[in-house]
Nanobody
Framework: VQLQASGGGLVQTGGSLTLSCAASGRNFRVESMFWYRQAPGKQRDLVASITRFGSANYADSVKGRFTVSGDNAGNTVYLQMNGLKPEDSAVYYC????????????????WGQGTLVTVSS
């Protein structure tokens, strides 16, 4: 299974971006997907998560501004980011917990490559 993240870029304060993360491969099921971000010199922090049932959670710093959603197939997750602030600037990473045949009882963790979000003031 591979995760491919995209959608980063440069935006002005108050602007919007949508990130996407697609899982690809054979015979797998995504259980949950997560968005993390890491600014230079800082730790990687959890931003948002969504389960395959659609239950979403957010870090306090992004509540009301960011929305996480998934497609019907459950293999792609989106992060709609509105009202962006300079402090949102970071490399954003997607992470997924996946069951992969034939060892479907085991949940594996996968990471996508980062996508850079830069918010100018």
């Amino acid at each position: 299974v591979q995760l491919q993240a995209s959608g980063g870029g440069l935006v002005q304060t108050g602007g919007s971006l949508t990130l996407s993360c697609a899982a690809s491969g054979r015979n797998f099921r995504v259980e949950s997907m997560f968005w993390y971000r890491q600014a230079p010199g800082k730790q990687r922090d959890l931003v948002a998560s969504i389960t395959r049932f659609g239950s979403a959670n957010y870090a306090d710093s992004v509540k009301g501004r960011f929305t996480v959603s998934g497609d019907n197939a459950g293999n792609t997750v989106y992060l709609q980011m509105n009202g962006l602030k300079p402090e949102d600037s970071a490399v954003y990473y997607c992470n997924a917990q996946i069951r992969e045949a034939p060892r479907i009882r085991e949940v594996k963790e996968f990471w996508g490559q980062g996508t850079l979000v830069t918010v100018s003031s």
